[in-house]
């Protein structure tokens, strides 16, 4: 077994003064290893990184298209989107075409990322509401799937029908019977994967426009819906959304909780998985950075990757302190 290893590495002056360790795997569309730092076989909970996993049934089971949901629709089901207009807005029309609202979900409120968003609710002296959870696009599109299947209301319980058909596809995808879940911020369960699993479900999905079994064909619309509204999967100045715009239709990129990322790349038939020990987002963004542009899909000079890959670091007179950089073993 090989322990995580150095990833990503903060400098003041001529010091390292941090340095962040992690492991990823790249795999191809056979699943096949392409490279590996770290031990394909550690396993992890991949949290929000594999929205597009969950979102699988929904497409797959014709409960989407019994909906009529369009590829903006089908981008929320894979998002952890910032709480803005254009997501909650869709939402709520989501939801309102299903004859629901906020209180059909169960992802529970929160504060909106979203600035603007934010200062509206501060100003109107209103609670948040479910709708601008981060994950409220996936929890309509669980509610969706749970219509279309006659399911009863409580869609995040681990036994639920949609949830076991969650927990079906993530087997299928990763190839592994996995280990036990946890319980997410947003009360859905989370299955564990070896970071080996999860780049190989990366990697199916990479290759799955060549495929045409019915899986398949979900996996690549869920594929192209992400790359064609890269706003509704994060938001504006986030690394998902920033990233994927960079990429220009090479790359779906997903972020997750804990130092987590995932990243498609159809063009290359390969995926991406990575999980940085400490959970340091900085770290996860920048090694992802780092991932794809060893990869050819982004350019290292592209503004929205120099924010994250080999990044200045500013004190508050603005004089550049430092750097976070990704170690030799990624650049």
């Given at each position: 077994m090989t322990a995580p290893i150095p990833f990503t590495e903060v400098t003041r002056g001529p010091f390292t003064e941090c340095v962040h360790l992690g492991q990823a795997v790249v795999c191809d569309a056979s699943g096949g290893v392409v490279a590996a730092?770290?031990?394909?076989?550690?396993?992890?909970?991949?949290?929000?990184?594999?929205?597009?996993?969950?979102?699988?049934?929904?497409?797959?089971?014709?409960?989407?298209?019994?909906?009529?949901?369009?590829?903006?629709?089908?981008?929320?089901?894979?998002?952890?989107?910032?709480?803005?207009?254009?997501?909650?807005?869709?939402?709520?029309?989501?939801?309102?075409?299903?004859?629901?609202?906020?209180?059909?979900?169960?992802?529970?409120?929160?504060?909106?990322?979203?600035?603007?968003?934010?200062?509206?609710?501060?100003?109107?002296?209103?609670?948040?509401?479910?709708?601008?959870?981060?994950?409220?696009?996936?929890?309509?599109?669980?509610?969706?799937?749970?219509?279309?299947?006659g399911a009863g209301p409580d869609y995040h319980e681990p036994g639920h029908p949609v949830q076991r058909a969650c927990l079906d596809a993530f087997e299928r995808v990763t190839g592994e019977t996995s280990a036990g879940y946890g319980i997410d911020g947003c009360s859905l369960p989370n299955h564990a994967a070896s970071l080996g699993g999860v780049a190989r479900a990366m990697g199916w999905f990479a290759g799955a426009a060549g495929r045409q079994d019915p899986e398949s064909r979900a996996a690549a619309r869920l594929v192209q819906a992400m790359m064609a509204h890269p706003e509704l999967v994060a938001g504006e100045g986030r690394a998902c959304t920033e990233l994927m715009r960079a990429a220009r239709?090479?790359?779906?990129?997903?972020?997750?909780?804990?130092?987590?990322?995932?990243?498609?790349?159809?063009?290359?038939?390969?995926?991406?998985?990575?999980?940085?020990?400490?959970?340091?987002t900085r770290a996860s963004e920048c090694a992802i950075a780092a991932l794809l542009v060893r990869l050819g899909v982004l350019e290292a000079d592209h503004p929205a990757v120099r924010r994250r890959m080999n990044a200045p670091i500013v004190n508050r007179r603005g004089i550049e302190t430092g750097v976070i950089r990704p170690t030799a073993a990624l650049a």
């Open positions: 730092w770290g031990d394909p076989a550690s396993v992890i909970l991949p949290r929000s990184a594999i929205k597009m996993i969950q979102a699988l049934p929904l497409v797959a089971s014709g409960a989407a298209d019994a909906a009529g949901l369009g590829p903006d629709r089908l981008a929320l089901a894979c998002a952890s989107h910032s709480g803005a207009a254009i997501h909650t807005d869709r939402v709520r029309a989501w939801l309102a075409g299903l004859g629901l609202g906020d209180t059909d979900l169960r992802c529970g409120p929160q504060v909106p990322s979203d600035r603007e968003a934010r200062h509206a609710i501060e100003c109107e002296g209103a609670p948040c509401c479910q709708v601008h959870n981060n994950c409220s696009g996936k929890h309509a599109g669980m509610l969706t799937l749970s219509r279309h299947l239709g090479r790359a779906a990129i997903k972020t997750g909780a804990e130092g987590v990322f995932t990243a498609i790349l159809p063009d290359l038939g390969l995926g991406i998985a990575l999980k940085i020990a400490d959970g340091a």
